[in-house]
C-alpha cells in the first residue's frame, strides 16, 4: 500500500474549499508580483533561486527591494502547497475518480512550473517587458483553470468518471454572447499588458520598456473595454429576457459591477500619474474581471444543480450567521 492510498479521504465539500483555497491564492500572487515591479524591486535579487550569488536569503543589511522580491518568491511556494493539495485532493475525493478535476489540478502543476521558470528568465533578463507580460498572462491562464476546477469539483458525479451532464440555460446567442466576454476580457487584459510593458512601472529603474506610445496603447486598452463592457451589457439583458435563473443573474450582475468600477479606476489611475496604489488595485481587478467572466460562462454552460447552489448558500449563510434564505 502506497503513501498515496494511506491518505484520508475528503467529502466532496472539503475538496470544493480546498479548490477555492488554490483559486484565491493563484490570485493573490498576481497582486504580489505587481507590488514587485511596483515598488521597483524586480531586480532586488540578481540570481535566482538564491537571492544573491552564495546567498539564498536577502542578510540583514540588504535593501528593502530584496526582502520584497524574495517575499514574493516565498509567497510562490505556499501557492506551490495549495496546488499540489488541490492535486493530492482530486485523487483522494470521495466517490469515482474525476478524469477533468485530475487533470485540472495537474494543470495548476504544469502552470505553476512555468511560473517559476518565467520568474527565473524574468531576473536573468532583467525583466524584459516581453517575458513579464507572459509572465503575467501565464498568471491569467492558471487562474482560469483554478475557476474551472472549482466549478466543476461543485458539480455532481456523472457515471462515466466525468461530472454529470448538463444543458445550458439559454440559447445559443446567449452561450455566443457568454463566449464574445470571456474572449474580450482575454483581449483587454493583454492590452493591459501593452500598457504596462510601456509605462513608467518596469520593475526596475534600469529596465528596458516598450518601444510604442504609452498614450496610443492605454487608447488602444481603453477601447476595447468599451467593448467589452458592451457585449456584458447585451448578455445580461438576454439573459433576463431568456430568464437564465438567479444564480446566473447574480454572476451577470457581479461581472457588470466589477468591470465598471474596473474601467473607473482605469481612468482615473491614467488621469492621476499611475500612481503605484492604483495601479495594483488594477492588476487585482483585471484578475476578479477574468474570474468574474469565466464564471459567468460556466454558469450558463455548465449550470450547477439547483441543490448543490442551495447548499452552498446555506452554508455561506450559516458562517455568516444570516439566516438561510429559501430555496
Known amino acids: 500500500m502506497n503513501v498515496l492510498e494511506r491518505a484520508p479521504t475528503l467529502s466532496p465539500a472539503a475538496y470544493r474549499r480546498i479548490t477555492l483555497v488554490a483559486l484565491w491564492s493563484l490570485v493573490a500572487i498576481v497582486v504580489t508580483g505587481a507590488a514587485v515591479r511596483l515598488t521597483g524591486s524586480g531586480l532586488g535579487c540578481s ?65 505553476v512550473v512555468a511560473q517559476v521558470l518565467l520568474g527565473a528568465l524574468v531576473v536573468k533578463l532583467d525583466v524584459h517587458p516581453i517575458v513579464v507580460q507572459g509572465h503575467f498572462l501565464v498568471s491569467g491562464l492558471l487562474v482560469a483553470d483554478a475557476v474551472v476546477l472549482h466549478h466543476r469539483a ?13 444543458t445550458p440555460v439559454v ?42 506610445a504609452v498614450r496610443s496603447v492605454a487608447m488602444l486598452h481603453s477601447g476595447l473595454t468599451w467593448v467589452f463592457l458592451a457585449v456584458v451589457v447585451a448578455l445580461v439583458l438576454r439573459m433576463r429576457r431568456e430568464m437564465a435563473g438567479s444564480a446566473a443573474m447574480e454572476r451577470g450582475t457581479a461581472l457588470l459591477a466589477v468591470l465598471v468600477l474596473q474601467g473607473g479606476l482605469g481612468y482615473l489611475q491614467y488621469l492621476t500619474g499611475v500612481p ?42 450559516g458562517r455568516s450567521g444570516a439566516p438561510q434564505p429559501a430555496t
Open 276 to 317: 503605484e496604489l492604483l495601479v495594483g488595485l488594477h492588476v487585482l481587478g483585471a484578475m476578479l474581471v477574468w474570474a468574474a467572466s469565466l464564471r459567468l460562462l460556466l454558469a450558463l454552460s455548465e449550470p450547477l444543480p439547483v441543490a448543490a447552489v442551495g447548499a452552498r448558500a446555506g452554508s455561506d449563510a
Open 171 to 212: 440559447g445559443r446567442v446567449g452561450l455566443r454572447l457568454a463566449r464574445a466576454a470571456v474572449a474580450m476580457a482575454a483581449l483587454v487584459i493583454l492590452a493591459g499588458t501593452l500598457v504596462t510593458g510601456a509605462g513608467p512601472h518596469a520593475g526596475d529603474l534600469d529596465a528596458e520598456r516598450l518601444d510604442v
Open 154 to 166: 461543485s458539480r455532481p458525479d456523472g457515471p462515466d468518471g466525468g461530472p454529470e451532464g448538463t
Open 47 to 111: 540570481t535566482w533561486p538564491g537571492c544573491e550569488p552564495g546567498e539564498l536569503v536577502p542578510h540583514g543589511a540588504s535593501s528593502h527591494h530584496a526582502w520584497v522580491e524574495f517575499g514574493n518568491r516565498l509567497i510562490t511556494g505556499l501557492v506551490s502547497v495549495a496546488v499540489v493539495l488541490a492535486v493530492l485532493g482530486s485523487l483522494r475525493r470521495r466517490g469515482p475518480r474525476r478524469r477533468d478535476l485530475v487533470w485540472l489540478s495537474w494543470g495548476l502543476v504544469a502552470g
